[in-house]
């Protein structure tokens, strides 16, 4: 009887550890994502992600991030070939928006990735990639009009925008408010979903004062 | 139970104690080089790691038994082998195959310029570096010709390619033949192109051995695609001394279809007020210009595009007579042409797709030269060489034509296409009083096979067959291309191919009995790429045959060739907000055609041209400032007279070298709710003095050098925008 109960217990201390084995891999992540150094580490996390995305699944979120730490790679070495890294992100996207459809944050991903791109050239480009960096910021509010993300992104972009083009810091101003706003109410369904960009939207509404 | 502890216990610890193994190895791609930054993975597992700047990797995992590592990097195929997991495991190697894919493969690029966002890497042009080159006024042909490969010729319109005529450059847009792509021709000065820089997202400029879907271009074909559906709705308006328009561009909101109009009136008659020309224009230039269209998403994917143009043009110029001073010449002119363009590009489903074109246009010139005294009245002086400049000539050209291209994609990104086109053309003349017609039906099938062998090696195999009933002769035109990759950016090409042309009308109105002229190109290239510079050469030889002569019988007997070396470089990288580019052009050109004695190098051929393009736009200030310089040494120029039974060179030279700096700024700000472009621009900075040619006197004692009609020519105008799409209000209202 004892036995069969341990074996049970067992069982039951097997299925925990394979349910936090993925929580323990994401809270893993998550944490090397805080504490990357270099690209090379930002490289590793995305590598990471896309792993335990690819054993599991089923799950979007590792993809996400894979695709988020892909992309900020991008922006961490000024000798990436920015289209290369896109090529990567949209790839992951990709995977995670058949996984997660019409999901907020993922548009808000490719909204990144697409001024990623339009940065190599902007003045080619604007047309094309700026196009469609609107596009994923609209559909990012239809599918949720409170994601603080969605005006921090937007204002980002608007804050490097030239004035005569409809950007600037006035109007960036708004939007970070916005931002600023939603941060205060906006928490995140689970410890492992989005919920990076407060202190940015922060920083940069102060920079805009 | 205590056993049962004690057993866990050193299950546990002896799991984990051994847990972690060591897996190294390196990862190298399909030619031995390192490959950094590829990920490495047990398959079904979190655990792997990333190869390092050597190609090497080395991760610890839980795993054991028979597991799959994988390898994998993005744009190669990934790949796998099967290991044992019971001791660490060293030196794996891995080899990635590249995958073939559309933006990795070389493009067969021998003699064309690619220009928009089609490939990437190839950038070369878009609307937006029309309209920002220096002193080019937004015109496609003039800012072409900054490109290796063209001549600066500016008493002509037309672009004049690696010794070829104008009238041997064709261009075609979406497709179809465009009969009348410049405004009708006033002697000594060139014209405009009649279309918008903004109506295209692409132009490939290809200065020899194209594609066998297009034809009849002995020299070059100018090949322009049209934008599809717009970013987004927008009224326009723009405000100039020389012009006022408007327009409205409409997008639905499900952005799958749009439709817009524009209209435009342009009239120099203030201009000329204020800035002095050296003709006398009886009748000031004035045009009128309207324009539509319509573009349609299907449902497949595909797109329906229409556009069609209207305008009405008048002008009319008086100059001295070369042959009586005393007597002036007055050369009028007017035009109405109408150009529709439909074209439809569909996927068919199964790797097929569908490009359909249907183009009408009708042109109508009313033409008027007449010999008038120093009070300007119409005067017969006697002499018949004089007398015989009095002429009315009334032309319409009408051209219908239907092209279809079928693409049938292959194994990985290859593809066969195929199609036909007819052209029906009717021209008629009425030269004082006597009328001449030629229609034309004019036939041909293609066939084209773009063959990716590897990522590294494509080709591109052509093949055209045309007939035209108007000169009733066939021809068969053979096309081949080669690109070699021979690292990451840079490819060499090479390119063979046939081209005919029937001879142009004002010879077909004497006879028909003529042949196609033929020119044999042969191309070799090399292009370095990266996304912000651009490295280019290119060396060519082409070789003429049936050339239409003149003298002494009309006949296909004239010969020629061609041959050249070019440079272009484009760096937007090394100065921080800087776009440049250079071009150098080195030609060797003779033929003997038309009433040429025997192979002269024509009148519109310079050794060396040479263009410096700089462009620079200043964020603060929102301003940007772009200047084009551009150099051809001086062309040769004869005076041919009949001499009994033959042509005598009488007199011959070469011309001055020809300079140019253009200047134009463009600043941009927001003027209420609408966003503005102001724009200033001269050409010509340095007043250079430029000689095209020169006129000879009937007697050969008197010639005159052929010059622009004013030595420089200023644009001031304001460009309105207002974004009918209210979306980014929309966003702040939610605010």
Same mark, same amino acid.
């Given at each position: ?5 341990? !074996? ?202 | ?104 493969? &070389?493009?067969? *690029? ?60 064709? @261009? ?136 069609? *143009?209207?305008?009405?043009? @008048? ?55 007449? !010999? ?16 015989? *400049? ?157 050339? &239409? ?127 503005? &472009? ?39 105008? &304001? ?11 929309? !966003?702040?209202?939610?605010?």
């Amino acid at each position: 009887m004892k036995q069969l109960l341990v !074996i049970i217990s067992m069982f039951f201390f097997g299925m925990v550890a394979a349910q936090s084995k993925y929580e323990g891999a994401m809270a893993k992540g998550l944490e090397q994502l805080q504490a990357v150094k270099s690209a090379d580490d930002m490289g590793a996390t995305a590598a990471f992600f896309e792993r335990v995305a690819d054993a599991e699944k089923d799950k979007w979120l590792p993809y996400y991030y894979a695709a988020y730490a892909n992309h900020l790679t991008g922006w961490m070495n000024p000798k990436a070939d920015k289209d290369k890294v896109a090529e990567k992100s949209k790839d992951l996207i990709a995977k995670a928006e058949v996984l997660e459809q019409n999901n907020s944050e993922i548009f808000c991903l490719r909204q990144m990735v697409a001024i990623q791109q339009m940065t190599v050239d902007p003045m080619a480009r604007w047309q094309t990639y700026g196009a469609e960096a609107n596009n994923a910021l609209e559909s990012a509010t239809r599918a949720d009009p409170n994601n603080p993300r969605i005006y921090y992104l937007n204002g980002q972009t608007l804050m490097n925008t030239p004035e005569a083009f409809g950007g600037g810091k006035a109007v960036a101003k708004k939007l970070f408010e916005k931002a600023v706003e939603l941060y205060k109410t906006f928490t995140p369904a689970s410890s492992f979903h989005p919920g990076w960009g407060k202190e940015d939207a922060e920083k940069l509404l102060a920079a805009c004062q | 139970m205590k056993k049962l502890t004690i057993l866990l216990i050193i299950i546990l610890t002896a799991g984990w104690v051994n847990a972690q193994t060591r897996i190294s190895g390196s990862v190298k791609d399909n030619r031995g080089h390192i490959m950094a930054g590829a990920s490495i993975a047990v398959k079904g597992s979190y655990d792997g790691g990333v190869s390092d700047s050597a190609g090497y990797f080395t991760f610890k995992t839980f795993e054991k038994g028979e597991q799959i590592i994988i390898v994998a990097n993005v744009g190669y195929k990934p790949a796998e082998q099967i290991v044992m997991i019971d001791k660490d495991i060293a030196g794996l190697v891995f080899g990635l195959k590249e995958e073939i894919n559309e933006l990795k493969a &070389v493009t067969v *690029t021998a003699g064309s310029f690619e220009a928009g966002d089609k490939k990437r890497a190839a950038t070369v042009l878009s609307s937006l570096d029309v309209v920002t080159t220096g002193g080019a006024n937004a015109d496609i042909s003039t800012v072409v010709k900054t490109l290796p490969g063209a001549q600066q010729v500016g008493e002509q319109e037309g672009l004049f390619v690696r010794g070829g005529a104008g009238y041997e450059t064709k @261009q075609f847009i979406d497709g179809t033949l465009v009969n009348n792509p410049y405004f009708s021709s006033v002697p000594d000065l060139a014209q405009r192109g009649r279309f918008s820089p903004f109506l295209f997202k692409g132009t490939v400029f290809s200065t020899g051995g194209y594609s066998a879907l297009y034809g009849q271009a002995l020299s070059s074909a100018l090949i322009l695609e049209s934008v599809d559906i717009p970013v987004r709705s927008e009224a326009s308006a723009s405000l100039s001394p020389i012009f006022l328009g408007a327009g409205l561009q409409k997008v639905n909101k499900e952005k799958k279809s749009s439709w817009g109009i524009n209209y435009g009136y342009t009239n120099l008659a203030v201009y000329f007020s204020l800035v002095p020309q050296l003709v006398d224009y009886f009748t000031v230039p004035a045009y009128h210009a309207a324009d539509a269209n319509f573009r349609v998403k299907t449902k497949k994917g595909g797109i329906l595009k229409y556009y069609t *143009t209207f305008s009405a043009n @008048q002008l009319g110029i008086r100059r001295p007579n070369i042959d009586d001073p005393t007597l002036k010449n007055a050369f009028g002119l007017k035009n109405t042409n109408w150009y529709q363009n439909l074209s439809w590009r569909e996927n068919l489903g199964q790797g097929w797709k569908m490009n359909l074109g249907l183009s009408f246009s009708t042109d109508h010139n009313d033409i008027t030269n007449q !010999i008038q005294n120093q009070q300007n009245f119409p005067v017969y002086t006697g002499p018949s060489w004089i007398d015989s *400049t009095n002429f009315n000539l009334i032309t319409r050209g009408d051209l219908s034509q239907v092209k279809a291209v079928f693409d049938k994609r292959l194994s990985g990104i290859s593809v066969l296409r195929f199609g036909g086109e007819y052209q029906y053309s009717y021209n008629k003349t009425i030269y004082n009083q006597y009328a001449a017609v030629l229609p034309d039906h004019f036939k041909a099938v293609f066939s084209e096979a773009d063959l990716y062998i590897t990522n590294a090696l494509a080709a591109k195999l052509g093949v055209r067959f045309e007939h035209s009933s108007l000169i009733n002769k066939t021809n068969l035109a053979p096309r081949l291309s080669l690109a070699y990759k021979t690292g990451k950016g840079a490819q060499m090409s090479i390119a063979f191919g046939i081209f005919y042309q029937k001879p142009e009308n004002n010879y077909l109105f004497t006879t028909t009995n003529f042949g196609y002229a033929k020119a044999t190109h042969y191309i070799i290239n090399y292009i370095k790429n990266t996304s912000l510079q651009t490295f280019r050469v290119e060396a060519f030889y082409k070789k003429y045959s049936g050339l &239409v002569k003149t003298f002494p019988a009309y006949t296909n007997d004239g010969t020629g060739y061609a041959k050249g070396v070019e440079l272009y470089w484009r760096d937007k990288k090394t100065i921080q907000g800087l776009d440049y580019w250079v071009s150098y052009s080195y030609l060797d050109t003779k033929r003997d055609y038309l009433n040429y004695p025997n192979q002269l190098t024509p009148n519109f051929a310079a050794k060396h041209t040479s263009s410096l393009v700089v462009k620079r736009f200043v964020p603060s200030w929102n301003t940007g400032f772009n200047f084009t310089y551009s150099y051809a040494t001086g062309r040769p120029y004869y005076n041919l007279v009949k001499n009994g039974s033959k042509y005598d060179i009488a007199d011959r030279g070469t011309t001055i070298d020809y300079h140019s700096l253009g200047f134009s700024m463009n600043y941009l700000l927001s003027l209420g709710k609408a966003y503005a &472009v102001v724009v200033a621009s001269v050409t010509n900075m340095f007043n250079s003095n430029q000689v095209f040619g020169y006129n000879y006197s009937y007697d050969g004692l008197r010639k005159e050098a052929i010059t622009p009609a004013a030595p420089r020519f200023y644009f001031i105008g &304001v460009f309105l925008s207002w974004g009918v799409d209210r979306r980014q209000d929309a !966003i702040n209202n939610n605010l």
